[in-house]
Structures are given as C-alpha cells and as structure tokens.
C-alpha cells in the first residue's frame, strides 16, 4: 500500500515541472475533492474545474496532481469517510444523530444501499439515505475544506523541496554510473 501511494503521489511531485504553486494547488482541490462523498464524480468534477478555472479565473492547478489526491478516498476508506463526515455533520448542527448512531449499524446500511445501487448514481444512493446524507455533505465541507489548506501548505512545501530531492537522486545516479565505468577501467 506504501509503495502505491509513493507512485501514485509522490512521483507525480517528483517528475512535474510546474511551479510550487500550482502543484500546492493540485493537491489542494484534489484533497477537497477527495474528502467529499462524490466517490465516481471526483475526477469528472475535477476535468470541469480545471477548464473553468484556468479559462475564465486564470487559475492553474496541475490536474495530474490533484486527480492524485482525490484517491484519498476510494471503495476501502469511503464508509469510514462517511461515518467521520456524518459525525462531524451531526456534532456541528448539535444533532445527536438522526437516524443511526453506532459504526456498525451506519457502515451495514451504506453498504447495502450501496450494493443495491450498483448502476445507479453514487448521489442518487446517498439521497436514498435520508437526512443522513445532509450531515454527511455538512460534515465533509469542514473536513474536506481543512484537508484542503492543509494539502496546500504540504504540497507547497514538499514541491519547494523536489528540486533538492530531484538534484539528489540525479546526483546519486551520476555517481553510481561514474563508479561502474571507474571500477570497469581499473579492472583491465
């Protein structure tokens, strides 16, 4: 699992050439999106912002970068995601709890509207869900929104630092080629 993020995340960082800021900016919107209950209209979302953005506002954002980060929730952290959204949501409104309470019981019925929603809309799956699906998308805006400003701080600050990564590992290659052809020549 490890070594996939480090494909999946790092090394987008590593290899791009775009400017600190708009790799901050990827990650960002990609951690806002991620962080938000819209498992399957994540990346299609992402597509229309990136062309609204960067045409009419002349904001820039590597997109590769933040389709990336919206991976941050997939099929195996989505019900925990949800049940933490759904918390939040219900403890900032000063709800309880509307119609479930405990983890087992909230993650049992995602699951089965979920299962019986194969084809259908990840939305139209949640509606089904009542006012639960309120708090959940309440409680995803705050986490998803701190997510946000920090991915952008780390991204900002991981990308300030690449260069140095990257001049350190081409410089540990050079040398390690120059230590195969010096150890070739003595050999002869």
Partial sequence: MLRLMHYRLVIPFLRSTEPN?????????GLFLGLTPTIGLQIPILIVLWGLLDRLLKVRFSLLVAVAFTWVSNPFTMVPLYYLYYMVGSALTLTSGVETTGYAEFSGMLSEILIEAKGMDVLKALES???????????????????????????YKFATNRKTIRSW?????????????LNGHLDK
């Fill in 129 to 155: 869900l009542g006012a639960i699906t309120f708090y959940m998308f309440y409680g995803s805006v705050f986490i998803a929104g701190g997510g946000a400003v920090v991915g952008y701080f780390m991204g």
């Fill in 21 to 29: 800021h708009v790799l901050a900016m990827g990650c960002a919107l």
């Fill in 169 to 181: 590992l081409l410089s540990r290659r050079r040398s390690d080629i120059q230590r195969t052809r």
